[in-house]
């Protein structure tokens, strides 16, 4: 604190702001301070981040590293856990990782920086943007000698890439059984600062791929005429002008269009979507316009985060996190039902457990995308119709609103649960 | 996590490497070691470039008539 790092951080929205408190220790004997953070509105994880949300969280480390050295401190871990993002801004959250930069010593926190936010950046941008999804396999950061095996071979002509991840993961398994005492390396500052110019000339370089997916051009494509844009628009933003939520969780968002309604009504709200293009153009957006009330997520509804870590529990589902006061379920339905064989019930069950309040639109089977998701198999589904859908929900949701979406085949509902 | 409000700070201060919170890693170690002699190189480089190519100038480029002899800083 005496420092004026503190300061330089939290005045920059760079670290979470705490106040010291006068809560009892739970153990007295080697307690300092007991410290109470700013609360965040939502938390998530690396593998929820799209490849530019990583990007961001790497260089705000690398930042903060280069600060802190200037006054003499350094960080003494470099998990992307320990970043989280307020909205579309990145912050850290770990008050406690600075320690007393010793002069000529390396840095503690490389090998984690290398796996957490080189490699995984690295193999999204050159091999396939679903590569995040190793961080969910791996909590401590991808494995260096797994990203180098994974890597192109043109990958050794990068100075960074090379050294930070080839040479780096050929020296973890050389050294591997044996313990050389620290104080022998010897790595001066300008050493260590020149690294950290590397690590982030690296990171810049690494570009977001062409990489074509399913629904990332989705909004240039929709099967909407403007009428119905508008009045499916009107009708959301109205519901959510009676309702006032705090909290809105748009499930299957894509580039955030609707999700911002939510924003608009003074909401934090985060817009999920499985397309990783979908939710890096929703990003790029929101970070454009600063705004802190709009988080994106990779997220499969149909397969969201598990538990992980100790326990199942080091690091909470997704499903726990979510819980919100408004979900949207627009244009998703017609997947759940037909694409992912779920029943109405079972559908409704998952939204209960989130929300009181579920606006959702129902696709029925002659709607033009439906008809694609049956073009290719037998039509099992003699349920998927407006009154297997009302009767489906009707055991956990009452509906309060119900409109058709004029120049459309779609209905829009506001439903209410049922307690 | 973060819903937990209340935070333990120990005091910070352990030698480095005898106790580091995280393990930095031999290997680790070894490979910023090597690598830092380039990239300390470069930014030594890169830091006092300008006063390089400022010092040459003014060595051997056009006479001004303000010509003053270029500084050796220390480095």
Redesign the interface.
């Known amino acids: 604190m005496t420092s004026g790092l503190y300061t330089e951080l939290s005045s920059s929205g760079l670290l979470v702001s705490?106040e010291e408190?006068a809560?009892t220790?739970?153990?007295k004997e080697?307690?300092?301070?007991?410290?109470?953070?700013e609360?965040?509105p939502f938390?998530s994880y690396p593998y929820e981040w799209s490849f530019s949300q990583l990007k961001d969280a790497a260089l705000l480390t690398l930042d903060i590293q280069k600060r802190a050295l200037a006054h003499n401190l350094s960080l003494?871990?470099a998990s992307a856990y320990n970043i989280?993002f307020v909205g579309s801004q990145p912050i850290l959250?770990d008050?406690?990782s600075?320690?007393?930069y010793?002069a000529g010593?390396?840095?503690?926190?490389?090998?984690?920086f290398?796996q957490h936010f080189l490699a995984p950046l690295a193999l999204m941008s050159l091999v396939d943007l679903r590569l995040n999804g190793l961080l969910r396999e791996y909590i401590d950061g991808i494995p260096l000698d797994l990203a180098s095996r994974l890597l192109p071979a043109k990958t050794r002509l990068n100075l960074g890439l090379l050294?930070h991840i080839h040479?780096?993961a050929g020296?973890?398994?050389?050294?591997?059984d044996?313990?050389?005492?620290?104080?022998r390396?010897?790595?001066?500052q300008?050493?260590?600062?020149?690294?950290l110019?590397?690590l982030q000339a690296t990171l810049r370089g690494l570009q977001f791929p062409e990489q074509v997916t399913e629904w990332g051009e989705y909004p240039d494509n929709t099967n909407y005429s403007r009428a119905a844009h508008d009045a499916k628009t009107d009708f959301i933003r109205g519901w959510l002008e009676d309702i006032k939520p705090n909290r809105v969780c748009d499930v299957g968002a894509n580039a955030g269009e609707f999700t911002r309604l939510g924003v608009e009504s003074g909401a934090f709200s985060v817009a999920s979507d499985i397309d990783p293009v979908a939710v890096e153009r929703n990003y790029r957006k929101a970070r454009a316009e600063k705004d802190r009330h709009l988080l994106p997520l990779v997220i499969d509804i149909t397969n969201p985060s598990p538990g992980l870590g100790w326990a199942s529990a080091e690091r909470?589902s997704f499903l726990e996190r979510a819980k919100a006061d408004v979900v949207f379920c627009l244009a998703l339905i017609h997947h759940l039902g037909i694409s992912n064989n779920l029943p109405f019930e079972q559908i409704a069950d998952l939204f209960a457990a989130m929300t009181p309040y579920l606006v959702i639109e129902f696709v029925p089977k002659r709607d033009s995308n439906a008809q694609k998701l049956l073009a290719s198999r037998k039509d099992i589904f003699p349920n998927y119709t407006a009154e297997g859908f009302e009767a489906g929900f009707s055991h956990r949701f009452s509906i309060v609103h119900k409109e058709s979406i004029s120049d459309s085949q779609r209905t829009l509902y506001l439903l209410k649960r049922k307690d | 996590m973060i819903s937990l409000f209340v935070l333990i700070i120990i005091a910070a201060g352990y030698p480095y490497g005898a106790h580091a919170y995280l393990d930095p890693g031999t290997g680790s170690y070894a490979i910023q070691v090597l690598v830092g002699v380039v990239f300390g190189a470069a930014y030594t480089l890169r830091s006092f470039g300008g006063r390089i190519v400022t010092g040459f100038k003014q060595r051997f480029g056009k006479k001004q008539p303000a010509d003053t002899p270029s500084d050796d800083t220390e480095e």
């Open positions: 705490h408190t809560e220790p739970a153990v080697i307690a300092y301070k007991v410290i109470k953070p609360q965040l938390i003494k871990d989280q959250i008050t406690l600075f320690e007393r010793e010593s390396p840095w503690v926190a490389y090998r984690q290398c050294t040479l780096h020296s973890q398994k050389n050294l591997a044996k313990q050389i005492a620290p104080t390396y010897h790595l001066s300008e050493a260590l600062l020149g690294t110019d590397n909470a």
